[in-house]
């Protein structure tokens, strides 16, 4: 085998990847970096159709974490924006911003309202630590979660409710209110902030040129800048051996590699199979609708982006593109996305997804959030693998006998990011993670980053697993 041996291998080119290799890059390493798309950027690429940028999802910086901000300031050199907030939730017909505001609760329902009332001075203990629904209910009460969490969670996750781990909620639902004024793990927290005098006012980081994925792409000059630096795009392992000290490797287009490390931030299926392991974890795919459309064709509910509570609608959450920046709609424009998650192991949507264009125009229709399909001049269909992680009830034992398997087939591989790692987390987090596990690898320090305790979560909980 000829070639040069490369002192670590990165499978996946998003958040995770990139950070992490521009770390060891700047440490004096060699980096292969091997991702199967045809560009890098994973879950925070950005889409440009003749002028009109669409994200891959709701993305922005929200962090103070210094060391976050000093890597976003070194890699912008401060050409980055501050944008506020805006989020709304279409419960029972109705849009309610997020969070609740005092004139929300005018609008909801009378009976909704009384029996969330009713709810406060109910006994609701958790018998059930790991259950989605006891820890729903102990915190919102049985109202709220049959009447949104438990419709909208179906809908998004494709799985049966009750087999939800609480974890979905602590790493998801909990990190969704990220004002420090304002506390979201109650119903009587989110009653209490029916009282706020006025909208919190919260600042983002936005790039300035190219969308959330125009950050992602400098930060791959920044590599490209480094000699010892190689990237591969469209390829992925499709075969790995164990050497003396490392790995030597094949690809799908029947390249051979050498590395002494691999730092796997894909799918963890993908690397059983490498490993001739069986273990087998859950995520989700999404379709993104991207729609390009003049700006008269939308209602007047607008927001960054708005959470479709009826789990009877194929969208789950629609994103405004020209709330995040207005350079990413030319003139005229409003353009949207609209999300519609799918099951890996039993598809619905995925392979045929052009067909259900007509139903989210329409069900955007029903929302009177687009007048009309006139004002529609393109839709285009992004289908993304691998976008969730699904926490089902017994997903920590499964994590822990994949990452078991992991480490004995050989302690140099090294799980990262939303996919590798299997923990559900934002661009923020998966800087942070990288950062972290560059400066374990490369000595700077011994002990490995607690990332469930610091993106949150039930992290510490006995039998809960730390992983790399």
Not at 113 to 121: G, H, K, Q
């Amino acid at each position: 085998m000829s070639g040069p041996i490369y002192d670590f291998c990165v499978v996946g080119a998003g958040p995770s990847g990139l950070t992490v290799s521009y770390q060891l890059l700047k440490a004096g390493y060699s980096v292969l970096l091997i991702e199967r798309d045809d560009r890098i950027g994973g879950l925070a690429k950005s889409y440009n159709y003749d002028g009109h940028v669409f994200d891959t999802g709701p993305k922005r910086f929200h962090t103070d974490d210094p060391v976050v901000l000093d890597f976003i300031q070194e890699i912008t050199q401060g050409d980055i924006a501050k944008i506020g907030r805006s989020t709304k939730v279409y419960f029972l017909g109705k849009y309610f911003e997020w969070p609740l505001q005092s004139q929300d609760l005018l609008t909801m329902p009378v009976g909704i309202a009384l029996r969330c009332l009713m709810d406060l001075i109910k006994d609701r203990k958790i018998t059930d630590a790991v259950s989605f629904h006891q820890y729903i209910n102990s915190r919102y009460g049985e109202t709220l979660y049959a009447a949104f969490f438990r419709p909208y969670t179906h809908k998004f996750l494709r799985w049966d409710v009750e087999d939800i781990h609480s974890d979905w909620a602590t790493t998801g639902i909990n990190r969704t209110v990220i004002d420090d004024r304002i506390k979201s793990n109650t119903l009587f927290d989110l009653l209490k902030g029916l009282l706020l005098p006025q909208k919190i006012h919260t600042e983002f980081l936005y790039p300035n040129q190219g969308g959330f994925g125009g950050f992602y792409e400098r930060l791959l000059e920044k590599c490209l800048s480094f000699g010892q630096f190689r990237l591969m795009l469209g390829d992925s392992i499709a075969g790995l051996e164990k050497k003396d000290r490392g790995f030597s490797a094949i690809t799908k287009t029947i390249k051979s590699v050498e590395f002494n490390d691999l730092i796997w931030t894909g799918n963890l299926n993908d690397l059983s199979l490498l490993i001739q392991s069986d273990r087998t974890m859950h995520y989700l795919n999404t379709i993104f609708y991207n729609i390009v459309c003049r700006k008269e064709g939308i209602g007047t509910k607008k927001a960054q982006w708005i959470y479709v509570s009826r789990g009877d609608s194929l969208i789950s959450r629609i994103t405004c593109m020209g709330e995040f920046a207005g350079y990413t709609c030319p003139d005229g424009y409003y353009n949207v996305m609209c999300e519609l998650t799918d099951s890996q192991t039993k598809p619905i949507y995925f392979k045929n997804a052009s067909k259900y264009t007509g139903e989210i125009l329409n069900e955007l229709i029903e929302m009177k959030f687009l007048r009309n399909k006139n004002c529609v001049e393109g839709v285009h269909l992004n289908p993304v693998v691998d976008t969730y992680p699904i926490y089902h009830r017994r997903y920590i034992s499964d994590f822990s006998l994949a990452l078991a398997a992991v480490k004995k087939f050989s302690p140099r591989i090294h799980l990262l990011g939303r996919s590798g790692a299997f923990w559900y987390n934002n661009s923020d987090h998966s800087i942070r993670f990288a950062i972290e596990m560059a400066q374990k690898l490369i000595g700077k320090q011994e002990k490995e980053f607690d990332f469930r305790h610091y993106f949150g979560g039930l992290a510490g909980r006995a039998g809960h697993p730390q992983g790399e």
